[in-house]
């Protein structure tokens, strides 16, 4: 919710706002006795509400939590799983795919990257409304021995480790400006 002032004319966010029935009898409300994360719009005892700021969805597995459920990402050989932290259920990313080894997330573009060993190379996948997957090849020359990758979601870059050539790689999400950095790799 946003509420304007008449007197200064700014703009601030409200995050607890609470609307409460004020004909309820015992003058409590299904926010005073449930928690919502966000918003709650209370109209009695055991009628309420929970709702979230602009732009943030009610969580699909608990409706008094803003935002996607937590998960944990897991890769097989041949797909990329996704396990709910708060209930356990494992939910099928993508499968039909081969070699990962490493998994890792862009949560601000909603991106789930893995490093292929067998075919030494890094892919993408982002999903369009109706759930179809979208494939895409960030990164294919140049590694030798993939074996892990990680994201940076604030600059999109993406990271990974070749000891094929004992160096850290960096390319931008997008596939540009791949460089190697050397890697001094110690054994005892």
């Known amino acids: 919710a946003v509420v304007s002032t008449q007197s200064t004319g700014m703009t601030i966010g409200v995050y607890?706002?609470?609307?409460?029935?004020?004909?309820?009898?015992?003058?409590?409300?299904?926010?005073?006795?449930?928690?919502?994360?966000?918003?709650?719009?209370?109209?009695?005892?055991?009628?309420?509400?929970?709702?979230?700021?602009d732009g943030v969805e009610i969580s699909q597995s608990n409706s008094s939590r803003c935002g996607q459920d937590p998960v944990i990402l897991r890769s097989t050989r041949d797909s990329i799983i996704a396990r709910d932290i708060h209930t356990g259920v494992d939910t099928t990313v993508i499968d039909g795919i081969s070699g990962v080894v490493s998994v890792a997330y862009h949560i601000r573009k909603d991106i789930t990257v893995w490093a292929d060993s067998l075919g030494d190379k890094i892919m993408s996948v982002t999903f369009d409304d109706a759930g179809n997957a979208e494939k895409k090849e960030i990164l294919v020359h140049g590694i030798e021995s993939l074996k892990s990758v990680d994201v940076d979601y604030i600059t999109d870059k993406v990271y990974w480790l070749d000891t094929g050539t004992k160096s850290i790689g960096v390319v931008h999400l997008t596939g540009s400006y791949p460089m190697l950095l050397p890697l001094q790799i110690y054994t005892y």
């Open 16 to 53: 607890d706002l609470v609307v409460v029935n004020a004909t309820e009898p015992d003058g409590q409300s299904g926010c005073e006795v449930n928690s919502c994360e966000g918003l709650c719009f209370g109209f009695s005892a055991l009628n309420y509400k929970c709702a979230c700021e």
